[in-house]
């Protein structure tokens, strides 16, 4: 497995902006999927976005059109671009990875998503007023 560590996250007005980070330690050889989950209180963890080793992603329908989601492999970070936030994106947000899972057709095929990955970092808090 690897470790997770996100960063980015924070307090901002609706409408606003942010992005998150994720630097990804650890054996990273192979394919991959990569993602965010998020969880709001007292609502189940969801995905909001993944992607895999050849760049192919896919969204939640929340976010499609204002979240974009990207990775930089020669410095093993996954980002996770925020616009137009609402304040119905708040929650805590984490990285999320599985070394099992080589694509997003894969994942899709076995009915998974990112919150079924193996690996997940500790999440940074997203806070959107209104």
């Known amino acids: 497995q690897v470790q997770l560590m996100e960063s980015g996250g924070g307090s901002v007005q609706a409408g606003g902006s942010l992005r998150l980070s994720c630097v990804v330690s650890?054996?990273?050889?192979?394919?991959?999927?990569m993602g965010w989950i998020r969880q709001a209180p007292e609502k189940e963890r969801e995905e909001v976005a993944s992607?895999?080793?050849?760049?192919?992603?896919t969204y939640a329908d929340s976010v499609k059109g204002r979240f974009t989601i990207s990775q930089d492999n020669a410095k093993n970070t996954l980002y996770l671009q925020m616009n137009s936030l609402k304040p119905e994106d708040t929650a805590m947000y984490y990285c999320?990875?599985?070394?099992?899972?080589?694509?997003?057709?894969?994942?899709?095929?076995?009915?998974?998503?990112?919150?079924?990955?193996?690996?997940r970092g500790q999440g940074t808090q997203v806070t959107v007023s209104s």
């Open positions: 999320a990875a599985d070394s099992t899972i080589p694509t997003i057709a894969t994942m899709k095929h076995l009915g998974l998503s990112a919150v079924d990955f193996e690996s």
């Open positions: 650890g054996d990273t050889s192979g394919s991959w999927c």
């Open positions: 992607i895999d080793s050849d760049g192919r992603s």
